[in-house]
T-cell receptor
Framework: AQSVAQPEDQVNVAEGNPLTVKCTYSVSGNPYLFWYVQYPNRGLQFLLKYITGDNLVKGSYGFEAEFNKSQTSFHLKKPSALVSDSALYFCAVRPLGSSASKIIFGSGTRLSIRP | KAGVTQTPRYLIKTRGQQVTLSCSPISGHRSVSWYQQTPGQGLQFLFEYFSETQRNKGNFPGRFSGRQFSNSRSEMNVSTLELGDSALYLC?????????????FGPGTRLTVL
């Protein structure tokens, strides 16, 4: 079965420190990969995506993500965390090969940045 | 450009009733997807519509249905509500059904079934 794993329910980081939110996937072939963020009482906001090319993808609000094909991972990173980064983060995968391919979301990781 | 709008934002219903939720996509977007978000199950895909046709469907019972209109606006309907249907229902739009397109989400409709 195809799946996306976010192994950490919560990540706690001090403001100014680097942060990493982990994501691994298990799908056939090479998928498209996405990160979304959800603030309280809001819908999801798109952060960045990997389609092809450079393994390091840069996105909104200073976030970036590194695609690692051999480890089937797509970890989200930021060099210096802000308190305003505190939110719920979702990794999503869309397998290739079919126009009817369904997007699969991870379970989410709550990021908490302490001042 | 206005974002994705969903109405109503909050709904309270009782078991056995039915409910209709509405979604207006970003202007020019022709693909609309629906998701159910719960603390226990996370984000689960319901269905995707494009050009008034259902393109994709998740693993939900037939009580969950949807449609899309010619102006790309979409509605989803849940009949014979159950307590377990209490959730945040999110609508998302994108330009088309290309797999690499990111989705733009609305704020959601929070449905409470009593």
């Amino acid at each position: 079965a195809q799946s996306v794993a976010q192994p950490e329910d919560q990540v706690n980081v001090a403001e100014g420190n680097p942060l990493t939110v982990k994501c691994t996937y298990s799908v056939s072939g090479n998928p498209y990969l996405f990160w979304y963020v959800q603030y309280p009482n809001r819908g999801l906001q798109f952060l960045l995506k990997y389609i092809t090319g450079d393994n390091l993808v840069k996105g909104s609000y200073g976030f970036e993500a590194e695609f690692n094909k051999s480890q089937t991972s797509f970890h989200l990173k930021k060099p210096s965390a802000l308190v305003s980064d505190s939110a719920l983060y979702f990794c999503a995968v869309r397998p290739l090969g079919s126009s009817a391919s369904k997007i699969i979301f991870g379970s989410g990781t709550r990021l908490s940045i302490r001042p | 450009k206005a974002g994705v709008t969903q109405t109503p934002r909050y709904l309270i219903k009782t078991r056995g009733q039915q409910v209709t939720l509405s979604c207006s996509p970003i202007s020019g977007h022709r693909s609309v997807s629906w998701y159910q978000q719960t603390p226990g199950q996370g984000l689960q895909f319901l269905f995707e519509y494009f050009s008034e046709t259902q393109r994709n469907k998740g693993n939900f019972p037939g009580r969950f249905s949807g449609r899309q209109f010619s102006n790309s606006r979409s509605e989803m309907n849940v009949s014979t509500l159950e307590l377990g249907d209490s959730a945040l229902y999110l609508c998302a739009s994108s330009w088309d059904t290309a797999l690499f397109n990111e989705q733009f989400f609305g704020p959601g409709t929070r449905l409470t079934v009593l």
